[in-house]
Nanobody, 125 residues
Framework: QVQLAESGGGLVQAGGSLRLSCTAS????????MAWFRQAPGKEREFVGG????????FYGDSVEGRFSVSSDNAKNTLYLQMSSLKPEDTAVYYC??????????????????WGQGTQVTVSS
């Protein structure tokens, strides 16, 4: 079993930056991909970005490409999401997720086995 815990959410003005952290505990060596999703009120969960642990390759959703960056510190079992040039439409609950296999499309929330509790990010205009 794997536990994921996000931190770093908060209130920021449009154009500002924020960094989210996700600390993993448990059987972290089983993780194949770790990623971030977000969900705004009344909207479906949206893929934000992720990283394949074995290669460090990162991938992003179209709405955040060029503004957000995913990185990791494997020694600390921590995944980061650096968010820059934030917009009010980035306001959402952000979730850290992980999966132990490559089965399924990585942009789909159903492909992930483990979820954190989420952290709120609010961008004011």
């Amino acid at each position: 079993q794997v536990q994921l815990a996000e931190s770093g959410g908060g209130l920021v003005q449009a154009g500002g930056s924020l960094r989210l952290s996700c600390t993993a505990s448990g059987a972290t060596s089983r993780m194949y991909t770790m990623a971030w999703f977000r969900q705004a009120p009344g909207k479906e969960r949206e893929f934000v970005g992720g990283m394949r642990r074995s290669t460090g390759k990162t991938f992003y959703g179209d709405s955040v490409e060029g503004r957000f960056s995913v990185s990791s510190d494997n020694a600390k079992n921590t995944l980061y999401l650096q968010m820059s040039s934030l917009k009010p439409e980035d306001t959402a609950v952000y979730y850290c997720v992980g999966r132990t296999s490559s089965s399924g499309q990585y942009t789909r929330s159903s492909a992930y086995d483990f979820w954190g509790q989420g952290t709120q990010v609010t961008v004011s205009s």
